[in-house]
T-cell receptor, first 115, second 111 residues
Framework: GAVVSQHPSRVICKSGTSVKIECRSL??????MFWYRQFPKQSLMLMAT?????????EQGVEKDKFLINHASLTLSTLTVTSAHPEDSSFYIC???????????FGPGTRLLVL | DQQVKQNSPSLSVQEGRISILNCDYT??????FLWYKKYPAEGPTFLIS?????DKNEDGRFTVFLNKSAKHLSLHIVPSQPGDSAVYFC??????????FGAGTILRVKS
């Protein structure tokens, strides 16, 4: 089956620093990748849609200057949380859509803790 | 505005019996539906999907049924196993666009 990896799996950082999370599709090309955030006991919340070679589309209420997304290749998208604050602590999950089918495959997630 | 609803927050089933997870949607433009399974602190795992041109799709122990007129779909797991215990999310998309997720249903399979 399709595999999507995320790195790092966990990160602890100080308030005010920036954190970069990588999402890779390992065995397929993904023209579109998605970034989600999950709060405890809640469903996945879509943050932005990332298209290879173009600017990301952000959902309402998501600050594009705070959550920088780069989709430089068909297998890699990055999410950078800039000037992180404790309220940014969450579980961030990416997904990649296999261009041959409509199914999205998810990465294992990244747990971010901002102190 | 919740376009995809999973009205049962949890479900408890005996091992070996059938688990039925339900999902309702409101957007008639949805044409592709998926079920994902998720463990705590992990990303969702794709289980099974169905296109709006079908009313049933089967894969091993998992079967998804789609009732377009009722805007309802369900996931049947039979026989249920303890390892099936997880959160199950229903998701839908229109024209290959972003997925809209339900709130999830916690399934507990008792041995």
């Amino acid at each position: 089956g399709a595999v999507v990896s995320q790195h790092p799996s966990r990160v602890i950082c100080k308030s005010g620093t920036s954190v970069k999370i990588e999402c890779r599709s390992l065995d397929f090309q993904a023209t579109t990748m998605f970034w989600y955030r999950q709060f405890p006991k809640q469903s996945l919340m879509l943050m932005a849609t990332s298209n290879e070679g173009s600017k990301a589309t952000y959902e309402q209420g998501v600050e594009k200057d705070k959550f920088l997304i780069n989709h430089a290749s068909l297998t890699l998208s990055t999410l950078t949380v800039t000037s992180a604050h404790p309220e940014d602590s969450s579980f961030y999950i990416c997904s990649a859509r296999d261009w041959r089918v409509e199914t999205q495959y998810f990465g294992p997630g990244t747990r971010l803790l901002v102190l | 505005d919740q376009q995809v609803k999973q009205n049962s927050p949890s479900l408890s089933v005996q091992e070996g019996r059938i688990s039925i997870l339900n999902c309702d949607y409101t957007n008639s433009m949805f044409d592709y539906f998926l079920w994902y399974k998720k463990y705590p602190a992990e990303g969702p795992t794709f289980l099974i999907s169905i296109s709006s041109i079908k009313d049933k799709n089967e894969d091993g122990r998992f079967t998804v049924f789609l009732n377009k007129s009722a805007k309802h779909l369900s996931l049947h797991i039979v026989p249920s196993q303890p390892g099936d215990s997880a959160v199950y999310f229903c998701a839908a998309s229109a024209d290959g666009n972003k997925l809209v997720f339900g709130a999830g249903t916690i399934l507990r399979v008792k041995s």
